[in-house]
């Protein structure tokens, strides 16, 4: 399955070992792992996902595809900026969230409103979203509610 992971651009070393453990997780149970495609909780949850030897798709919000963080195997150039978001969201079957502001805040609702469970490791406290406190339940809430 497809996989959103959504956070803040850029992160302390707490969310960047939570990211990195994600895309390891994701990249081990066989899930392609979908992001924004530039830095901070993208690059970290791309980097794991990539060392597990997992795929992983970056839709950047520029016209760039070379703009993509190192370790993102499909860069996805929109041209959006951040209407990219809803972009992010729908094209993973679950997504997960860690650290992030106000644009992730905005992915999470949109995941949301369409229905795509939402696992949340250090980020907002949303009605809706499960707050858990490892990779591997960030991983297990999305393959169970998807």
Do not use: K, Q, W
């Amino acid at each position: 399955m497809r996989v959103s992971v959504i956070g803040g651009g850029s992160v302390g070393d707490r969310d960047r070992e939570r990211a990195r453990a994600v895309g390891v997780a994701l990249a081990e149970g066989g899930h392609d792992l979908v992001c924004g495609g530039l830095g901070g909780v993208m690059e970290a949850a791309c980097r794991g996902a990539a060392e597990a030897g997992g795929r992983t798709i970056g839709i950047l919000p520029g016209d760039d595809p070379d703009a993509a963080n190192p370790y993102v195997d499909v860069p996805i150039a929109t041209g959006m900026g951040n209407a990219r978001n809803a972009l992010v969201v729908a094209n993973g079957e679950g997504a997960i969230a860690i650290d992030g502001r106000y644009g992730t805040l905005s992915e999470i609702a949109l995941a949301l409103d369409r229905g795509i469970p939402v696992a949340g490791f250090g980020t907002h406290e949303v009605e809706g979203v499960e707050a858990v406190e490892s990779a591997a339940a960030a991983v297990r809430v999305v393959e169970e509610t998807a």
